[in-house]
């Protein structure tokens, strides 16, 4: 899929983070833009940003765990555009919370935005995206996916459920007119965790906030340029891309030491201190710097 203008492109997700900034990309590509996103007034100003003459695009406000409003809305855009190129699942929640504490209306919200939310798009556009000459799935799911971190346990459950998933879809749907990419980012600078639900941090004696600037400080990619690994694995049908040093590290390591691989980001979770941390993320950041270009 290389000229991916005048394509149709439906993306979850899209009011802020990588969504967003794989609809401005794909805007500036030439893409018509079906975007949906829980977050209305996000919607809103995202289509004023990428709106032009050329371009056409419409918002519906979605809850992807919602199985009803997510075939509602494929009518709609089947109404709309009469077909589907591209659908990118970016929607994403979190929860920080041991599993033995965490409630399941918790670890349900998790997996029914981050897993559910992506089987009942999938399913629910196939019949459009089959209709298309060439067609194309990415699915988000994430590093996490493959070490979890502590409290982490079902945003991590969810992303490998969503890793599986999609890898599934790459064998079932080899040969057809539809490719599938299933992007693990890294840490990515976006409001993953200020919009989390927090009970438990991951290091012992941090607070809400110290913990949100951790993981805003470790995120290595920027929304942009992790949109922009997106768009080229989609124009060049790759299955699989990694996203950040520091996802292809964790994923090297898991190879290599699997259950190694999570002791390793437990004991991290527990011990590193903030000096450390400056240090660890200091050196990751100069090693990353040929990636980040």
């Not at 079902?154 to 599986?164: I, N, P, R, S, V």
């Not at 920027?222 to 694995?233: D, F, G, N, Y």
Request: hydrophobic share 45%.
């Amino acid at each position: 899929m290389k000229d991916l203008k005048n394509k149709v492109a439906v993306i979850t997700g899209s009011a802020s983070g990588i969504g967003r900034e794989l609809a401005i990309q794909l805007a500036d590509a030439g893409c018509a833009l079906a975007l949906a996103d829980i977050d209305e007034k996000g919607l809103a100003a995202l289509a004023d940003r990428v709106a032009s003459e050329s371009v056409k695009v419409t918002v519906h406000p979605l809850d992807v765990s919602n199985r009803e409003q997510v075939y509602q809305t494929a009518g709609n855009i089947r109404a709309l555009y009469e077909r589907v190129d591209i659908l990118i699942n970016c929607a994403g929640v979190a929860v920080l919370e041991t599993i033995e504490d965490m409630a399941y209306e918790d670890f349900e919200w998790v997996m029914g935005v981050n897993f559910w939310g992506v089987v009942y798009t999938v399913k629910a556009f196939l019949p459009l995206l089959k209709q298309s000459a060439e067609a194309h799935i990415v699915n988000v799911s994430s590093v996490d996916g493959i070490v979890p971190n502590p409290n982490g346990g079902a945003y991590g459950a969810a992303k490998a459920a969503t890793k599986c998933l999609t890898e599934a879809l790459f064998q079932e749907l080899h040969g057809t007119n539809i490719s599938v990419t299933s992007v693990l980012p890294g840490g990515v600078k976006t409001n993953l965790h200020r919009n989390a639900r927090f009970f438990k941090t991951a290091c012992p004696g941090m607070t809400q906030e110290e913990c949100i600037a951790f993981f805003e400080n470790a995120a290595l990619t920027s929304a942009e340029k992790a949109a922009k690994r997106i768009v080229k694995a989609i124009r060049e049908k790759k299955g699989r891309v990694l996203i950040g040093l520091d996802g292809r590290l964790i994923d090297f390591c898991a190879r290599l030491a699997p259950l190694g691989s999570t002791a390793l980001a437990g004991y991290l979770s527990r011990n590193l201190t903030s000096k450390q941390f400056e240090l660890l993320q200091s050196l990751i950041q100069r090693l990353n710097a040929p990636f980040a270009k």
